[in-house]
């Protein structure tokens, strides 16, 4: 099999929630990923009759979020309280059935993930002129071939998840960073009207966005909730993320406006920097049972994407 699919599979089970270069968002009101995701826990589990009518009242209760991960923040924390021991290691644990499912041909044919991949890339190439050409294509191949090197570590388990996590994101920031210098402004404009166009068309033929979907506010407002957050961890953890994201910025910016000539493995390695002091900060925020709690969120949301088209980027 073409190796590009777990590539992009890996991408998505790793990127949960974090901005995509191309703000492709997922339109599919399909219940599909949640009948998936809660028979995924019924069979990984062993869930008990009681445990998964519990779950999928919990999962229905989160449809107004849908297709945001949002959604299974009310599970997580029920899943946290109910769960035995046995259940949420099983749960946390790496993901064996990544290989044997993400990246069958079923499962491609059913989201179109390459097909998607390829029409992408296929526009990209088509706006571009002949100087940039050569310039995308290395883009394109460091990032292929950093991926590829991730999913290898993912496989074989030489790297923890937080370790994959880091290192995900730094490909990512340096892919958007690297992609945002080669552009024209009239090129970005270009693929800004073709992303809207797509969303567009996705909610006239498909629907299915929950209510609140679309709604930042409600949906940050639902993970405070569930963790039952005081005012004083919301303010740190606002404040600590606006730090984050400034410092991710800052590097951007001075990577696209030439006053910094990283190497990519330098852009990557202060992404990894930044995202390591920034998740060592964001931990003491938290008290364990919501670290368990944002944990076990975690593990569903990367199981729902599996199912889920793209997601909705936050």
């Known amino acids: 099999m073409n190796k590009i699919l777990p590539i992009i599979i890996l991408s998505l089970l790793f990127t949960t929630g974090c901005e995509n270069f191309f703000g492709m968002q997922d339109d599919n ?140 994101m730094g490909v990512t920031e340096w892919f958007r960073a690297a992609m945002d210098k080669l552009l024209t402004e009239e090129q970005k404009s270009i693929l800004e009207q073709m992303r809207m166009q797509k969303d567009d068309h996705w909610r006239k033929h498909k629907g299915g966005y929950g209510k609140h979907a679309m709604d930042h506010e409600k949906m940050r407002q639902e993970m405070y909730d569930v963790l039952g957050m005081t005012y004083e961890q919301i303010s740190n953890l606002e404040m600590l993320e606006e730090s984050f994201k400034s410092s991710l910025e800052s590097l951007h910016n001075n990577y696209v406006d030439g006053a910094v000539n990283y190497t990519p493995e330098e852009y990557i390695q202060n992404v990894e920097d930044i995202s390591n002091s920034f998740h060592g900060d964001k931990i003491s925020i938290f008290d364990a049972i919501q670290l368990e709690i944002i944990e076990i969120h975690r593990a569903l949301a990367r199981r729902f994407m599996k199912h889920s088209r793209w997601g909705f980027k936050g």
């Open 29 to 168: 009101g399909d219940p599909y990923a949640n009948d998936m995701l809660l028979y995924n826990l019924e069979q990984d589990l062993a869930l008990s009759e009681k445990q998964i009518s519990d779950s999928r009242n919990f999962l229905k209760s989160g449809r107004d979020y849908f297709p945001d991960n949002t959604s299974l923040w009310k599970l997580a924390s029920y899943l946290q309280e109910n769960l035995t021991e046995e259940q949420k290691e099983s749960l946390l644990s790496h993901p064996e059935y990544l290989q044997a499912e993400e990246i069958s041909e079923e499962n491609d044919d059913h989201h179109k993930r390459l097909r998607h991949h390829h029409r992408m890339d296929e526009f990209i190439q088509s706006i571009l002129n002949a100087d940039q050409l050569s310039d995308y294509e290395n883009i394109v191949n460091y990032k292929k071939q950093s991926l590829e090197q991730l999913y290898n570590s993912f496989k074989n388990q030489t790297l923890t998840k937080q370790e994959i996590n880091r290192k995900m």
